[in-house]
């Protein structure tokens, strides 16, 4: 049973390309750029639990909010289920499919048939539209395979899987019932909500804050590390796929403010994109270092790159301050 003229959504990062797939069936279509920054998705985190082999660092804010201020700015219905049954977490999603309706699934990658890279991550996304007796199908990131299937089986455990991040079975369906509001409005809202959110991180582990202290705690990292070529190559790896282009959400972000600026015809928002252009080059860099650590075990790339880090902590914080203002 598959939905019937399902179109899937073409993105690159997951919680993106499945929200944009349940609204592409709503015949809402918005750039994978303007999801990303109506979501008010722009962040950073550096953390580091004992369960953890090495520091966990992302480029956007935690998981499952993304969609939630899509849907709020957007003023669209965005009904969430969890549960620990398994016989009512295949519920949750049977029922929408039968109704002709694509639900979104938060699940662990590490038992998709199809991902080669075998790490868990609990925070990963998809987009189901149909199953039968052996697989579920379902819509992923372009680098990913795009449309893919994975057996029932393993689809089961990537649902229930327990660790950072996950969540209970997490299912969600997305419903218009209201008119669309006028982007133009959304948007300068939206960047106003995140860059405030950005510039006042609750703890030192977010934001500029956090960006700065990954600077010393990429040196603690290394010192203590087991194994630094697998764990700073996994590292620079989810920068490079999961972070978008290794720039950590950044080139995301970067082009969601060239289509606002382009809208709103505000030279501080041009500006702003300006900025976020050098800052996604350098964040590639970062990357790259990472993978030239884990190459040679030498000290002075990772010098270099928490130079980049202090560097990258004040043009953030430079760029959303000046954005912050021009959309209050």
């Known amino acids: 049973m598959k939905v019937k003229n399902f179109k899937s959504f073409v993105g690159q990062h997951c919680e993106t390309t499945t929200t944009g797939s349940?609204?592409?069936?709503?015949?809402?279509?918005?750039?994978?750029?303007?999801?990303?920054?109506?979501?008010?998705?722009?962040?950073?985190?550096?953390?580091?639990?004992?369960?953890?082999?090495?520091?966990?660092?992302?480029?956007?804010?935690k998981t499952d909010v993304l969609t939630?201020?899509?849907?709020?700015?957007?003023?669209?219905?965005?009904?969430?289920?969890?549960?620990?049954?398994?016989?009512?977490?295949?519920?949750?999603?049977?029922?929408?499919?039968?109704?002709?309706?694509?639900?979104?699934?938060?699940?662990?990658?590490?038992?998709?048939?199809?991902?080669?890279?075998?790490i868990h991550f609990a925070g990963h996304y998809v987009a189901m539209?149909?199953?039968?007796?052996?697989?579920?199908?379902?819509?992923?990131?372009?680098?990913?395979?795009?449309?893919?299937k994975t057996t029932l089986a393993n689809l089961e455990l990537a649902r229930n899987e327990k660790g950072p991040m996950s969540s209970k079975n997490r299912s969600y369906t997305i419903d218009q019932v209201e008119a669309l509001p006028e982007l133009n409005p959304v948007i300068k809202k939206a960047i106003f909500n995140n860059a405030t959110e950005y510039l006042n991180p609750p703890i030192k582990n977010f934001g500029y804050k956090g960006i700065k202290k990954t600077a010393k705690e990429i040196e603690?990292?290394?010192?203590?590390?087991?194994?630094?070529?697998?764990?700073?190559?996994?590292?620079?790896m989810l920068m490079e796929r999961a972070g978008t282009g290794g720039a950590l959400?950044?080139?995301l972000y970067r082009d969601f403010l060239k289509e606002s600026a382009d809208k709103l015809e505000i030279q501080a928002i041009h500006?702003?994109?300006?900025?976020?252009?050098?800052?996604?080059?350098?964040?590639?860099?970062?990357?790259?270092?990472?993978?030239?650590?884990?190459?040679?075990?030498?000290k002075k790339y990772l010098n270099m790159a928490a130079e980049i880090f202090l560097e990258l902590s004040d043009k953030e914080k430079q760029a959303m301050e000046k954005l912050k203002a021009a959309c209050a």
């Open 22 to 61: 349940l609204l592409k069936q709503l015949g809402i279509q918005l750039s994978e750029p303007m999801l990303f920054g109506i979501g008010e998705g722009l962040g950073y985190i550096i953390w580091k639990m004992k369960a953890m082999d090495f520091p966990f660092i992302g480029g956007r804010v």
């Open 68 to 118: 939630e201020n899509i849907c709020r700015n957007l003023h669209l219905k965005l009904e969430i289920k969890e549960t620990s049954s398994l016989k009512k977490a295949w519920k949750n999603v049977e029922e929408p499919l039968s109704n002709g309706k694509a639900v979104g699934l938060k699940l662990d990658c590490y038992h998709l048939d199809y991902f080669t890279n075998k």
């Open 220 to 236: 603690k990292w290394f010192e203590s590390s087991k194994d630094v070529k697998t764990e700073f190559h996994t590292s620079a």
């Open 271 to 298: 500006e702003g994109y300006e900025s976020f252009k050098e800052i996604a080059s350098l964040w590639t860099e970062i990357s790259n270092l990472f993978l030239k650590i884990g190459e040679t075990g030498d």
């Open 249 to 251: 959400f950044r080139n």
């Open 129 to 148: 539209y149909g199953y039968d007796d052996e697989f579920a199908y379902l819509i992923d990131t372009d680098q990913q395979g795009g449309k893919v």
